[in-house]
């Protein structure tokens, strides 16, 4: 372990030199009582947990060594491109600095100076600091850093948990840490359909990352081939956990026999758009309020035949109204005949226990992580699409070019 001074800590821990793979970030992103906080710890010598990272140079021989070429790959692709480090723990702490550095953020409360005499500021930016302050900021406050020398990619996934074991990751955030390419495809669509993703996924649960979890829900939903066989999934964690797995050791959907088909990552892809543009468009929920779970599931169900059959939409806002009202028809009929089933039930002296929800549309609707409910809500719906498709302004692509040539 060694300490820095912050000038020369960020002199040479700076984004062009340290790479911070998503698999080990969190999301939290701090608020100005946090960055407050750590540079009151600093400037009274408190900041006593160390930044984690990890010398690329030397993790790439230590994976050639141990003939671990895959992962020693993955380090000399970042030495390539010019970083020097991976950060495994502290970028909240490490980016903060730059950005009060940067006169970016200002600082509020009580620090102490070079005299050490207690300075108190408000809202106030790096460059209208005190100069005592300032100059201790400089070059009398220490940032311990360990560098990790020994670990291969793999690892790397272990240190980051076990770094993050005193404030449990939560579930989405273990899977992120997973050396796998479907990872990469998450939070690449996350990232891409973000507007989208806030309206279908509460504020509260996006720094958890639920949104990434939404899209990797989704892609399981959809993607029903691989390379070694059918496959199909209820969306349970443990389910979740095993989607992740099934890639662990290949590091894109493109290397040979990885189990994931970039076709059907494309299709997903292809798909998320119309999911998109469908709940970006509607205007049944406004901006305050996210769309209903099972409203944006049979959007997404819609999607996949409406992309496999070559349809497109022509207006996303009637089509996400009609499409709601066929749906909330369905299973509000369904209510109808559940109940009057229970009743013949009644009448006739049987037990109305007997009567299982799980055969009609409300109950489907109800639990899209069961994949046999899905899939039986996704026939019933896609059958009345099918009865509706000039109410649900949808057309063949091939017409529409075939009326514009």
Partial sequence: MKNYKLTSFLKEFNDKRVYYDPRFQRRVVWGPSNVNSY???????????????????KCRDYSNEINNFSSAAYFQDKLDKGYKYISLDGQNRTKNTESVFNDEKTLSGDFLDSDNKLCKVENTFFKHLPQRLR??????????????????????????QALNDGEPLNDQEMRQAINTPIADSVRHLSKKY??????????????????????????????????????TWGLSSADIDKFYELGCSYNTVRDPDCPYLESEVERVDNILSILSA????????????VVPKRSWWAVTLAAGWIHDNDYEIRDYKKFFNDLKKIDDTLATESVTAYAEERRK??????????????????????????????????????????????SLTLRKKSDSISQAA
């Fill in 39 to 57: 540079f009151e710890s600093l400037t009274k010598g408190w900041a006593l947990n160390a930044i984690v990272v990890l010398d690329i140079d």
């Fill in 135 to 160: 100059d201790h900021l400089r070059t009398g406050c220490d940032v311990a850093v360990q560098t990790v020398e020994r670990a291969t990619n793999e690892e790397c996934a272990l240190i980051f």
């Fill in 194 to 231: 973000t507007n989208m993703l806030e309206r279908i996924t509460k504020a509260k649960c996006i720094p958890r990352m639920e949104d990434d979890e939404n899209i990797a829900k989704i892609m399981m939903a959809l993607m029903e081939s691989y390379q070694d066989k059918e496959r």
């Fill in 278 to 289: 469908v709940v970006l468009n509607q205007v049944n929920y406004p901006a305050s309020k």
């Fill in 345 to 390: 039930a009644l009448e006739a002296s049987q037990d109305t226990n007997d009567v299982s929800p799980d055969r009609f549309y409300f109950k489907w609707q109800n639990l899209p992580h069961i994949y046999a409910n899905r899939k039986k809500r996704r026939d019933v719906l896609v059958g009345e699409i099918k009865k509706n498709l000039k």
